[in-house]
């Protein structure tokens, strides 16, 4: 499993991002860019997500990190799903502002988790991919709670994948959190300096 990250900086090709993320065994499922404000990390996080849009094996989810990340990814990957022939059977709902989740109309009580996982073993089972965007990462309670639960998404080899891009000071804060311990750098880690 692909559970290493990549730190890298703005000078990295959107080329070698894409052929981690599709390659049949990624080295990284997540890649974090750091650089100083207006150094382009936004612009190349934005090449990947633009290119990965035109193929129809994956599905973009782009979060807002200033909301909780968990309920924001569910409402977006659902949204973003709606999209696509045959994920939702007849029948299905799926209710995110009230957490209902049902069939054929039966509504029940479901977390985030629960609709994100059984969303993205719907796409898997079609052999799709989902690539999260974040902008201006920081290591606060809202990404502690995202990234332990993406970690145990990639433990289950769901096929998800994620981009953040922040500031060298924040990017080296959510590096050392002791709780985003997936946070290590690959082997393709590029210096800070």
């Known amino acids: 499993v692909g559970s290493e990250m990549c730190i890298i900086d703005r000078y990295e090709s959107t080329d070698n991002i894409l052929s981690t993320f599709e390659a049949s065994n990624p080295i990284s499922q997540t890649y974090l860019i750091s650089g100083i404000r207006g150094s382009g990390k936004t612009v190349l996080m934005t090449s990947v997500a633009n290119q990965l849009r035109k193929s129809d094996d994956w599905v973009v989810v782009d979060l807002n990190a200033t909301q909780p990340l968990l309920q924001e990814f569910a409402m977006r990957l659902t949204d973003a799903s709606k999209q696509i022939p045959n994920i939702f059977e007849k029948g299905f709902e799926i209710s995110v502002a009230g957490f209902g989740l049902g069939y054929n109309g039966a509504m029940e009580d479901h977390d985030s988790v629960s609709k ?28 502690r709670v995202f990234a332990s639960q993406f970690q145990i998404f990639v433990r289950k080899d769901y096929p998800v994948f994620l981009i953040m891009t922040g500031l060298y000071e924040n990017i080296y804060e959510i590096q050392n959190d002791p709780v985003l311990t997936f946070f290590a750098p690959c082997s393709q880690n590029r210096p800070w300096s």
């Open 116 to 143: 994100i996982e059984t969303i993205l073993a719907k796409l898997s089972k079609q052999h799709k991919k989902v690539l999260i965007t974040i902008d201006e990462a920081v290591a606060n309670e809202n990404m």
